[in-house]
């Protein structure tokens, strides 16, 4: 069974750093793209970045470029969204997410909070 957790949420003062992390189970950790999205109440879920497998690199939001990297501990099966000159615009829901096989999944969310 697929499972994503994403963990490392929280309240944070604009200009602030949070660092949220993604455990993953139930596929081949190291064959498959990891996705980072995020959504404030009342819009869509937007896509933040992700890590392509094998080395194959990274792609961002405009919104984030230069202020959030995503990196991947393959030992670890974790994903990670490094935060960094957090603006009240960031504040969301965070979510990873993985598609295998044909099948999109998506962890329970991590809410952070960035204040004024």
């Known amino acids: 069974e697929v499972q994503l957790v994403e963990s490392g949420g929280g309240l944070v003062q604009a200009g602030g750093s949070l660092r949220l992390s993604c455990a993953a189970s139930?596929?081949?950790?190291?064959?498959?793209?990891i996705g980072w999205f995020r959504q404030a109440p009342g819009k869509e879920r937007d896509f933040v970045g992700r890590?392509?497998?094998?080395?194959?690199?990274?792609d961002y939001a405009d919104s984030v470029k230069g202020r959030f990297t995503i990196s991947r501990d393959y030992a670890k099966n974790t994903a990670y969204l490094q935060m960094d000159s957090l603006q009240p615009e960031d504040t969301a829901i965070y979510y990873c997410?993985?598609?295998?096989?044909?099948?999109?999944?998506w962890g329970q969310g991590t809410q952070v909070t960035v204040s004024s």
């Open positions: 139930g596929f081949t950790f190291d064959d498959y793209a």
């Open positions: 997410n993985v598609f295998f096989r044909g099948k999109e999944y």
């Open positions: 890590i392509l497998n094998g080395g194959a690199g990274t």
